[in-house]
């Protein structure tokens, strides 16, 4: 089994100062799928209502927040990054960002961004002078 020695350091860190160490991490996976992208965030216990999505231009940026314990209890183990998440992602001019839709399901944050119609192959039909008719090619 291997280990982070600096785990140990940063949780110390967090432990003395009340902050955590290292910047929350928003995890993502993305994929092509036929004509769309797809991607991917792990956030397991985030309320669904804190999740905000913004398009501007061509960059996305997702923002979501888990509630950082408060009260009298004391903390024994808390490994789990809690506090503002975020993450930007620049979509190609290729991509259609009046069409995204979003799912939040079993804490994760799945987005589908269609490939724009302008950036799908087409055929274009060619006319010649002395047939009317089009040749598709």
Same mark, same amino acid.
């Given at each position: 089994?291997? /280990?982070?020695?600096?785990?140990?350091?940063?949780?110390?860190?967090?432990?003395?100062?009340?902050?955590?160490?290292?910047?929350?991490?928003?995890?993502?996976?993305?994929?092509?799928?036929?004509?769309?992208? @797809?991607?991917?965030?792990?956030?397991?216990? @985030?309320?669904?209502?804190?999740?905000?999505?913004? @398009?501007?231009?061509?960059?996305?940026? @997702?923002?979501?927040?888990?509630?950082?314990?408060?009260?009298?209890?004391?903390?024994?183990?808390?490994?789990?990054?809690?506090?503002?998440?975020?993450?930007?992602?620049?979509?190609?001019?290729?991509?259609? /960002?009046?069409?995204?839709?979003?799912?939040?399901?079993?804490?994760?944050?799945?987005?589908?961004?269609?490939?724009?119609?302008?950036?799908?192959?087409?055929?274009?039909?060619?006319?010649?002078?002395?047939?009317?008719?089009?040749?598709?090619?």
């Amino acid at each position: 089994m291997r /280990t982070d020695p600096f785990r140990e350091l940063d949780r110390l860190t967090q432990q003395v100062l009340g902050t955590t160490a290292r910047p929350a991490l928003m995890a993502m996976d993305a994929w092509r799928s036929g004509e769309e992208f @797809v991607v991917e965030f792990d956030l397991p216990g @985030v309320d669904p209502s804190s999740i905000e999505l913004d @398009v501007q231009r061509n960059v996305l940026s @997702v923002r979501a927040q888990r509630p950082v314990h408060e009260g009298t209890a004391e903390m024994v183990a808390a490994e789990r990054p809690r506090g503002v998440f975020s993450r930007q992602l620049i979509l190609g001019d290729n991509l259609d /960002t009046e069409r995204i839709t979003a799912n939040y399901q079993a804490g994760v944050l799945a987005l589908r961004v269609p490939v724009a119609e302008k950036a799908k192959p087409r055929r274009i039909a060619v006319e010649t002078a002395e047939q009317p008719q089009a040749i598709s090619t």
